[in-house]
């Protein structure tokens, strides 16, 4: 098993639709859980970073830990063409080493 | 400073043959960070540093593969005698102690023939 487990996708959604990205991992002794984005042919940015359970909304995107369930979500709301990438899920201890997902494809179509 | 910056972007190589990269961290951060990522999947560590130290190495950095930070500022990674299997995206990441502001650079894709 997989540390961090991710869809691949690819999820095709319309703009303007709220879009569930969904990982689950299996060490808990982890506290730290980011998403990063990642455009073809990039490096991966930071979007959002969480420490241990709970919610962090910016703008349109909110990050989700449910350490009971190991589950961690990412949600955008009226989603855009310019959010058509790769989003990665990662999780990490303390010594700043992110275990990331394979990500999932997100397309959102005009 | 705009960022962290790799070079090369891409890199064809014989299999046999040496390819050194380099990676130049936003200049404040201590922290640098090399990472392998294969299509289809996620970035997958390979070591890091901590100032000049490197501090922690994968498993996956094979006899072939060494890193080098000298004076604490730029780093190179350099793999001898390429195999196929070495192709991949190499990305360099850095930060200063946190989260916030943990930056890749755009990475050196690899490709061995």
């Known amino acids: 098993q997989k540390e961090v487990e991710q869809d691949p996708g690819p999820l095709s959604v319309p703009e303007g639709a709220i879009v569930s990205l969904n990982c689950t991992y299996s060490?808990?002794?982890?506290?730290?859980f980011m998403w990063y984005r990642q455009y073809s042919r990039k490096g991966p940015e930071l979007l959002m970073y969480?420490?241990?359970?709970g919610n962090k909304e910016d703008g349109r995107f909110t990050a989700q830990v449910d350490k009971s369930s190991k589950y961690i979500s990412l949600f955008i709301r009226d989603s855009q063409p310019s959010d058509s990438a790769t989003y990665l899920c990662?999780?990490?201890?303390?010594?700043?080493?992110?275990?990331f997902g394979r990500g999932t494809s997100l397309i959102v179509h005009p | 400073d705009t960022g962290v910056s790799q070079d090369p972007r891409h890199k064809i190589t014989k299999r046999g043959q040496n390819v050194t990269f380099r990676c130049d961290p936003i200049?404040?951060?201590?922290?640098l960070y090399w990472y392998r990522q294969t299509l289809g999947q996620g970035p997958e560590f390979l070591t890091y540093f901590q100032n000049e130290a490197q501090l922690e190495k994968s498993r996956l950095l094979s006899d072939r593969f060494s890193a080098e930070r000298p004076k604490g500022s730029f780093s190179t990674l350099e793999i001898q005698r390429t195999e196929q299997g070495d192709s991949a995206m190499y990305l360099c990441?850095?930060?200063?102690?946190?989260?916030?502001?943990?930056?890749f650079g755009s990475g050196t894709r690899l490709t061995v023939v």
């Open positions: 060490n808990s002794a982890f506290q730290y």
């Open positions: 200049s404040e951060h201590n922290r």
């Open positions: 969480t420490y241990s359970s």
């Open positions: 990441a850095s930060t200063q102690d946190s989260f916030y502001g943990y930056t």
């Open positions: 990662a999780h990490s201890g303390g010594s700043y080493i992110p275990t």
